[in-house]
Structures are given as structure tokens and as C-alpha cells.
């Protein structure tokens, strides 16, 4: 008990200081990218896309964004060949559902920089999102993630592949956000190590951006090897302690970092590790812009990070015990904003409840 009231004493300090929020904060709403093996698979029974209720809730309790997995495969059956109109129909229904509430959808082609089984080369992933930046180049509430968890190759090979699908988005004209993930999982608590080869930190800082709108994404799960298959969590500070070195390195390159993954299990100590790696990316918010939690999503079952709300719109333990927390903070700010960009709003809303 002594050591729990230590942390949770030293670390009241972020809350209490931070002066920033998080510019987003959602869920991966998964799904699209199931059963890889069974392409083009059948819809609604390998794979499926999310429900417009399950959308909505997340929407209307405070989430401004839905990080949307799929298969790349399914969405361009043929390498440097179209894309299937059927497939983008299904992405086209969520972006237009999300966007047009004002909230964001960033598309991940989950593949772990492979199509097929196969290391994709830079003109492969260049060729995919020219097509898909022509296509929501024109609605700035799409963000393109470039790749899904890049992994086992050289990270000099990804830098490229990554920099050749910035070059190829941006001679669309798209001035879209693009996130850009690293090599070895994108771990954050791995940045800086070499276990893999060349460390992320050592060749993703030369990335360039003409349009100068990207940010790096990083996933961090709190178990013993930070895999996420486990509900455990090592310690009360194992996710700020696994972000701090990424926090300086991206602090010093002037640049901003999207926990594009993250999870931890439904039991106490998850909870105050989470609560505490969160206050650290609030007071640090110059370098984290927000987090999309993994994950939701129709088809999941006893998942140990669930967050996908039941038939009747009950939410999960997870989400009932802390993550609706991180979206009502975050929807207070936004009201706040839009209260400071129109002053006559208040009193607006009042008038409209007197009315009802």
C-alpha cells in the first residue's frame, strides 16, 4: 500500500500541472482487417466493418476519432492496379458517417508493411495511397496512417517505404494529416533500441513532409514484453517510463507523436499504470496530439482490451471504468473552445432546452 500511494502521490503532480489536452482521443474500431489468410473472405463472417451504433456511441460519448483497420489486400485486390469499388464503398460509408459529425478517421491499412506475406517495396505503397489520397484528399477529417506495425526488415527500408508513400500523397495535392509508424512494432519503449537493427530514432527524425503535416505513431501495450497479450500490467509507471525516450527524442526534432495503439487489462493495476501514462501525455502535449484505444470493433469476443458496447449500448468494464473518462475530458474541452469561438452559445443552449 505505501508503494501505491508513493506513485499515485508523485504522479497527481501531472494532472494537476498539465496544461494541455489531448487534440484526439478514440478507439480502433477493428474489424475490416480479419482473416488475412482468407481473402477475399466473406463479409459479416471473416471479416466486417463497424456498425454504425457502435460508431455513434463512441461519437456521442466524447471520441473525435476512429482509427479504421483493413485489409489492404480487399481494398486493392491487385498491387499498381485499382482500387475494388465494393470494398472502398464500405470506407466510404464511414467517413462520411464520422466526418460528417466533425470528427476524424484515420485509415490504417493493417498489413504490417506486407501484402501477401510479402515486404512491400516503396512503389507498391506509393501506388496504394495515390489512389487513396485522390480519392479523400479533398476532406481534411481523413487522416492517412500510412502502415499498420512495419516489422522484421532494416528501418532504413521502412524510412523509405514511408517517405516514398509522404512524396506520392502530397503530388496528389492532399494536404492531409499522415501518421508515420517505425520499425520493430512501432513500440514506443523500443525507439531507441537496436534489438532490431538500426533504432527508429536513428533514421525516422530525417522524414520529410512537404506539406509539414505528419506525426509519428506509436503503439504501447503495458504487459511484461509489451505485446498486448496479456491483461497484466508490469508496474504503475511502465507507460510513462516506455514513452519518455520517444517524448524527448520527438521533443527535440520539434515534432508530435499519435499513441495510435494502446491497451491494458480491466483489473487495478492496468487501470493506475493507464491513469498515469495518460497524465504524462497530457503534460507533455506539445509531443502527444492523443490515442486511439484497441480496440473495438463487431467481431470480437472476451477480448481482454474490449471496448465494443453491447447490443443495447451498455459499455464494457474498460470502457465504464476509465476510457469513457479520457473522451468526457476531452468533449469538456471542445465545448469549451467552441463556447470561446462563440460567445452567444450558452445561452443558445438554453434557450433550446427551456424550449423542449
Not at 499513441?259 to 495518460?278: H, I, R
Request: charged share 20%.
Amino acid at each position: 500500500m505505501r508503494s501505491t500511494a508513493i506513485v499515485l502521490s508523485a504522479f497527481a503532480s501531472f494532472v494537476v500541472a498539465s496544461a494541455g489536452q489531448f487534440k484526439y482521443a478514440g478507439v480502433s474500431e477493428s474489424g475490416a482487417e480479419w482473416a488475412p489468410t482468407s481473402l477475399p473472405g466473406v463479409l459479416g463472417k471473416d471479416y466486417a466493418y463497424p456498425t454504425t451504433a457502435s460508431l455513434e456511441f463512441f461519437l456521442n460519448n466524447g471520441a473525435n476519432l476512429i482509427r479504421l483497420p483493413f485489409s489492404w489486400e480487399r481494398v486493392q485486390p491487385h498491387l499498381m492496379r485499382p482500387i475494388s469499388r465494393s470494398e472502398i464503398a464500405h470506407i466510404d460509408a464511414i467517413v462520411q458517417l464520422v466526418t460528417s459529425k466533425g470528427k476524424t478517421v484515420l485509415l490504417d491499412p493493417h498489413n504490417y508493411d506486407r501484402y501477401d506475406g510479402s515486404v512491400v517495396t516503396p512503389e507498391q505503397l506509393a501506388d496504394f495511397w495515390t489512389r487513396m489520397a485522390h480519392r479523400f484528399r479533398n476532406n481534411p477529417r481523413v487522416a492517412f496512417g500510412l502502415m499498420n506495425e512495419p516489422n522484421s526488415q532494416p528501418t532504413e527500408d521502412v524510412a523509405r517505404t514511408m517517405q516514398s508513400a509522404i512524396n506520392a500523397i502530397r503530388a496528389t495535392g492532399a494536404k492531409n494529416l499522415i501518421s508515420v509508424p517505425g520499425n520493430a512494432w512501432t513500440g514506443a519503449h523500443s525507439w531507441s533500441e537496436s534489438w532490431y537493427g538500426t533504432p527508429n530514432s536513428a533514421v525516422l527524425g530525417k522524414i520529410t513532409d512537404p506539406a509539414n503535416n505528419f506525426v509519428y505513431e506509436a503503439h504501447q501495450y503495458l504487459d511484461g514484453d509489451f505485446s498486448g497479450q496479456s491483461a497484466s500490467c508490469q508496474s504503475p509507471t511502465v507507460g510513462v517510463d516506455a514513452l519518455a525516450g520517444m517524448t524527448a527524442w520527438a521533443r527535440g526534432l520539434k515534432r508530435q507523436i499519435l499513441l495510435g495503439e494502446v491497451g491494458g487489462g480491466d483489473n487495478a493495476l492496468c487501470y493506475q499504470a493507464l491513469e498515469n501514462m495518460f497524465a504524462y501525455m497530457r503534460a507533455n502535449s506539445d509531443v502527444w496530439v492523443g490515442f486511439a484505444w484497441w480496440g473495438a470493433g463487431p467481431l470480437w469476443n472476451n477480448y481482454i482490451f474490449d471496448v465494443e458496447p453491447s447490443a443495447n449500448g451498455v459499455g464494457t468494464p474498460i470502457w465504464n471504468n476509465f476510457l469513457k473518462n479520457q473522451f468526457t475530458n476531452l468533449a469538456k474541452r471542445e465545448d469549451a473552445e467552441e463556447d470561446a469561438h462563440h460567445p452567444t452559445r450558452p445561452a443558445r443552449l438554453e434557450a433550446a432546452r427551456r424550449l423542449k
